[in-house]
Nanobody, 113 residues
């Protein structure tokens, strides 16, 4: 079972940037698709972005053009670069290994207006 640990969250101003990292305790494997999700207070967890084994990326409409997901299999790490942040991006962000269903513990992102 892969264990995932997110980091990089914090407080940002609207229009600012943050970069989240998701480090796997074991090899995430080049064939394991990875995803980022988020959960805002009082709302259901929602999918944000994912990257397939061959590097194809997909994004929710709400973040398309602002967020970039990437992976470095040599470092067993997945990243989420978040630019042009908006207050509505405030949430706990989670990474997930999509083949195994493993979740990280989450990292808080707060965007002030």
């Amino acid at each position: 079972q892969v264990q995932l640990v997110e980091s990089g969250g914090g407080l940002a101003q609207a229009g600012g940037s943050l970069r989240l990292s998701c480090a796997a305790s074991g090899s995430i494997g080049s064939d394991n698709p990875m995803g980022w999700y988020r959960q805002a207070p009082g709302k259901q967890r929602e999918w944000v972005a994912s990257v397939t084994s061959n590097g194809i990326t997909m994004y929710a409409n709400s973040v398309k053009g602002r967020f970039t997901i990437s992976r470095d299999n040599t470092k067993n790490t997945v990243y989420l670069q978040m630019n042009s942040l908006k207050p509505e991006d405030t949430a706990v962000y989670y990474c997930r290994a999509l083949s195994t269903g493993s979740w990280g513990q989450g990292t808080q992102v707060t965007v002030s207006s």
